[in-house]
């Protein structure tokens, strides 16, 4: 097995992917894995952000239509993954981040298959009703997935003592940060700042159309 | 003015607090690439509906979530000053070398200059309001979907200049 994994890493590709003398070889395939992210995670949180409440005016239905430009970002990230683990096969493999990684790209998918099924599926959702518990579980469970993910991603070149020093600091940030829009919303009850507050402001809305 | 940059730029304490803390720098590039995806997701939702994607979405609704492409966008924008200000934690460059002679990041910082203009063109040219005013299934003018178009196309290249950086640092 190692020695299969040490053989991919010297193809003649993957070697000129990792060593060409040219940004257009290894620095490009990282750019468009982060393109891809940007898409597949980018429209996929925002979808399942309405779900949970968030620009609630907004019709569910034709969100739908984002779905082919996500799943391109998803094969782009699939290619573009499968020659980035080439270059550095045997590091990778032996690093149990990557698999963390792997496992929580394989969760998100799950997950956003089902809030799929669950937003434009065959039961899906009046376009500016209540979305139902099952789908909303699904949404949030999507976004943990996808911020285990690119989190794991960004830790593959660490050493594992510093990965989980960096794995508390970025959990109590993200903490810190969603409670200090919490507070924020509860101070000055911007709609815009809080799901809640876009919801009570929204109902008359809803009740004249 | 040489000097003067050259001292400004660079801030020996954010530099040292990065030494200092191991997971200063993974925890910045964790939230600069949390940063990214709001900012595509929300900024760039709105571009494609105005581009004509999702047609059924009224652009005006579709503005909910620009605040939390303009919060990625900050996120971007001050874990992007920790990392070129606390520079010679990971390179032996004083900031204002590498703002100097690093291509890509200038090309960088030109490109989201660029996407403000762009911004600014927006409004001013009347394009915002008429984009306000289109109903569920209308198609905005040309002169909006340039702009959307361009949008796009600039932010994606400051994502592109942003992963070449490394490359000039050698």
Known sequence: MWELLEAIENTGFATWVREAPTVLAYSTVLAFHTFGMAFLVGLSGMIALRALGFARALPLAPMGKFFPLIFVGFWVNAATGIVLTMLAARSLFSNPDFYVKLAAIAGAIVSLRMLRAGLFGHDAPPDTGPVPLKTRIVAVSMLVFWAVAVTAGRFTAYSPYVRKQSALAVLIAAFLMLLGRHVAARLFGRASLSASAEHRAERPALQRG | ?170
């Not at chain 2, 009224?58 to 966008?73: A, C, D, N, S, W």
Request: with cysteine.
């Open chain 2, 1 to 170: 003015m040489d000097a003067f940059l050259r001292t400004w730029l660079e801030w020996p304490s954010v530099a040292a607090f990065i030494s200092a803390h191991s997971w200063v720098w993974p925890l910045c590039e964790t939230f600069h690439f949390f940063g990214i995806i709001l900012l595509i997701g929300g900024v760039g939702m709105f571009d494609l509906r105005v581009l004509g994607m999702a047609r059924g979405l009224q652009p005006e609704t579709l503005k909910r979530f620009i605040p939390g492409g303009v919060y990625g966008f900050t996120l971007c924008v001050v874990t992007g000053v920790i990392f070129v200000t606390g520079m010679r934690a990971n390179v032996p460059m004083s900031p204002y070398d590498v703002i100097r002679t690093d291509v890509w990041l200038q090309l960088k910082l030109l490109f989201i200059a660029f996407a403000g203009l762009n911004l600014l063109a927006f409004y001013a040219t009347g394009m915002s309001r008429a984009v306000d005013a289109l109903r569920p299934g209308e198609d905005a003018p040309g002169l909006a979907k340039v702009i959307a178009g361009a949008s796009l196309f600039l932010w994606l290249g400051v994502i592109y200049f942003g992963r070449l950086i490394p490359e000039a640092l050698g």
